[in-house]
C-alpha cells in the first residue's frame, strides 16, 4: 500500500481555472502597460486535445450503473442522465459529458442500469463473470461489494495502465493507490465518472438557528472548524449545550426533547466519527504487511466514541421513520435533534423545505494534534472496475472511453453538481459553500471500508464499533482477542492478490 489519504478533490481549483486562464501573468501585465511600447501579452493557446482524431467506429462500451432503490445514495443519475435535455442544469450537464464523449471518439455509451440489493451485488457480479460474459466492460458498485471479490481475479487490474492518467484531480489517484494491496494490483477506481465518490461523502447537519439561539452567532460551529478546533470534546460540549428537556419531566425522550445529536445505530452512523480520528490501520515493513493500529490512540479512539455516543443529550438508536436516513432527516427537520449523523452530502438536496437554516459540519478531529480533518465515504459508496471478461485487446478502447468521460465530467457534470445542486440552491452563504469545499478537500481513505469486510471486520468492527455498541472502552482487550484472526485473514488476502498480479505477468 502507497497512500493513506484520498487525493483531494481540488475544485475549488478547477472552478477557478476558466478565471485564471482569462488573466494574464503579472509579466504581461506590466508589459502592456509599459508606455511607447509595442503590446507583448502572450497569446494564449489552447494544448491540443491528445484524444482528437480518435475513432473507434461507433463502439459501444457497456456500463454496468447501480440504480439500487433501496441504497442511501447512487449516483446513476449523475453518470447516465436521463439520456436527453430537459433544462435541468445537473441532468443537461451529465447529457453533454456523454455525447460530447461519444462525439470526440466515436462511440456509443450503453449505461445499463442494475437495482441489486446492496448486500447481494458482489453475488450478481460474480455469477455474471463466471458465466463468461457480464454483458458490460465496466461495473459500477459499492465499495464493499467490489471489495468483496476484487482479490479472486474478477477485474483487470489498472496499476500500469498509460492512458488513464491518474494524477489528474478528476481520478482520485491517492484512493485508487491505497486500494492497492500489492504492487500492480490496483482493482477498484474512484473519479469524478464515478460520481458518487462525491455525492456519498459523509456530513453532519445541523440547525443553525438553534446555534443562533444558544450562542448569538449561527456561524459559531463554523467558526470553531475553520480555527482548526473542531474536535470531538468541542461536539459534545456542544451537544451538551443545546439539548433541551422540554417537557422537564428529567429524562430525554425521543419526540417530546430536544437531542443534541441523533443516529440510528453504533454500526453505519460511527464509520464517519471513527474514520474521522484518522486512523493509520496498516503498514508495510520488511515487505509484510501487517496491522499497526495497536497503541495508546486507538485507546483513546474508543474511549472518545463510548464518550460521544452514550450521553443523555444523544439520542443513539432513533425509532421514528423505521430507523433509517429519512428517519433522521424527519427528526431533523422537526427540530427534534440539533446535529444529526449518518447523512450524506447529497442529502442536502431533499433539505429544501426546511423553514430553519441548515448547517454543515465535518466529522471532528481526534484532538487538536491530529493535522487535518478526515471526511469518510461509506462502504456502499459506488467505485468502479473493468470486468475480466473484456478482452484484454479492448483495454485500450475501454481506458479511453473512462479517461475522457472522467476528464469531461471534471469540466461538466461535478461543477454543475457542485455549484448548482449544491452550493447555490440549498446552502444559505459563502461560508456554508466553504464548509462544502472542506469536505470534499478531507474525504479519507477508502481501504478500511473497501476491506473490513473481507478481513472479518478487524478494521472497523472488532475492535471498535462493536465494544463501542455494548458500552466497552477496553481497546487492548478487544484488539487481542481479534489479533491472531486478523493477521491471518490478512496475510490470506494479500497472498490472494499477490497470486492474482503473478499470474497475468
Known amino acids: 500500500m502507497k497512500g493513506t489519504k484520498i487525493l483531494s478533490l481540488l475544485l475549488a481549483m478547477l472552478m477557478c481555472m476558466p478565471a485564471l486562464a482569462s488573466c494574464g501573468s503579472t509579466e504581461e501585465v506590466a508589459a502592456t502597460a509599459d508606455t511607447g511600447t509595442a503590446d507583448t501579452t502572450a497569446v494564449e493557446t489552447e494544448e491540443p486535445d491528445p484524444f482528437a482524431g480518435t475513432d473507434f467506429g461507433g463502439k459501444e462500451l457497456r456500463v454496468s450503473s447501480s440504480n439500487n432503490s433501496n441504497d442511501s445514495t447512487n449516483a446513476h443519475h449523475l453518470i447516465a442522465g436521463s439520456g436527453e435535455l430537459n433544462g435541468e442544469i445537473v441532468n443537461d450537464a ?34 455474471l463473470v463466471l458465466s463468461g460474459d457480464c454483458g458490460f466492460e465496466v461495473v459500477i458498485n459499492d465499495l464493499i461489494n467490489l471489495g468483496r471479490i476484487a482479490h479472486l481475479g474478477y477485474f483487470h487490474s489498472v496499476s500500469d495502465n498509460e492512458i488513464m492518467d491518474f494524477t489528474q484531480p478528476y481520478w482520485y489517484g491517492e484512493a485508487i493507490d491505497d486500494l492497492e494491496v500489492v504492487e500492480g494490483g490496483a482493482y477498484m477506481m474512484l473519479g469524478d465518472v464515478f460520481a458518487d465518490s462525491l455525492a456519498s461523502a459523509h456530513v453532519l447537519y445541523y440547525n443553525k438557528d438553534i446555534i443562533l439561539n444558544n450562542y448569538a452567532d449561527e456561524n459559531y460551529v463554523q467558526d470553531i472548524i475553520l480555527d482548526g478546533k473542531w474536535t470531538v470534546d468541542e461536539m459534545i460540549r456542544v451537544t451538551e449545550e443545546t439539548s433541551v428537556d422540554l417537557d422537564g419531566d428529567g429524562t430525554m425522550t425521543e419526540g417530546a426533547d430536544q437531542y443534541g445529536y441523533s443516529v440510528i445505530g453504533a454500526w453505519g452512523p460511527m464509520i464517519p466519527v471513527l474514520m474521522g480520528f484518522d486512523v493509520q490501520f496498516t503498514e508495510e515493513t520488511a515487505g509484510k504487511i501487517t496491522y499497526c493500529f495497536s497503541n ?26 423505521d430507523r433509517s436516513d ?3 432527516l424527519t427528526m431533523f427537520t422537526a427540530q427534534q435533534t440539533v446535529f444529526v449523523g449518518y447523512l450524506r452530502l447529497c442529502d442536502l438536496e431533499r433539505m429544501r423545505d426546511i423553514e430553519f437554516l441548515v448547517g454543515l459540519a465535518c466529522y471532528p478531529k481526534l484532538n487538536e494534534d491530529q493535522a487535518n480533518y478526515v471526511s469518510s465515504l461509506h462502504d456502499t459508496s459506488e467505485v468502479g472496475a473493468i470486468v475480466v471478461t473484456a478482452p484484454e485487446s479492448e483495454l485500450d478502447f475501454i481506458s479511453t472511453c473512462l479517461e475522457v468521460m472522467a476528464r469531461e465530467a471534471g469540466k461538466t457534470i461535478i461543477p454543475a453538481y457542485y455549484e448548482e445542486a449544491l452550493k447555490i440552491k440549498y446552502v444559505n452563504g459563502s461560508e456554508d459553500a466553504m464548509m462544502i469545499d472542506l469536505i470534499h478537500d478531507s474525504i479519507t481513505s477508502p481501504f478500511a471500508l473497501a476491506y473490513n469486510n473481507i478481513l472479518g471486520g478487524m478494521l472497523l468492527a472488532n475492535c471498535f464499533l462493536t465494544p463501542l ?24 488476502l494479500v497472498a490472494a492478490f499477490t497470486d492474482i498480479v503473478e499470474s497475468r505477468k
Request: some cysteine; glycine content about 6%; hydrophobic content about 35%.
Open 94 to 127: 451529465v447529457y453533454k459529458r456523454n455525447t460530447d464523449v461519444e462525439e470526440l471518439l466515436n462511440v456509443k455509451l450503453n449505461f445499463i442500469p442494475s437495482d441489486w440489493y446492496w448486500g447481494d451485488g458482489h453475488t450478481e457480479i460474480e455469477k
Open 296 to 321: 495508546e490512540r486507538s485507546v483513546k479512539i474508543l474511549e472518545k466514541l463510548n464518550e460521544l455516543y452514550w450521553r443523555d443529550c444523544v439520542l443513539p438508536d432513533i425509532k421514528v421513520g
Open 326 to 328: 429519512e428517519g433522521l
Open 469 to 492: 455498541g455494548s458500552k466497552q472502552a477496553d481497546f487492548a482487550s478487544a484488539y487481542a482477542k481479534n489479533e491472531s484472526a486478523g493477521q491471518q485473514k490478512l496475510d490470506e
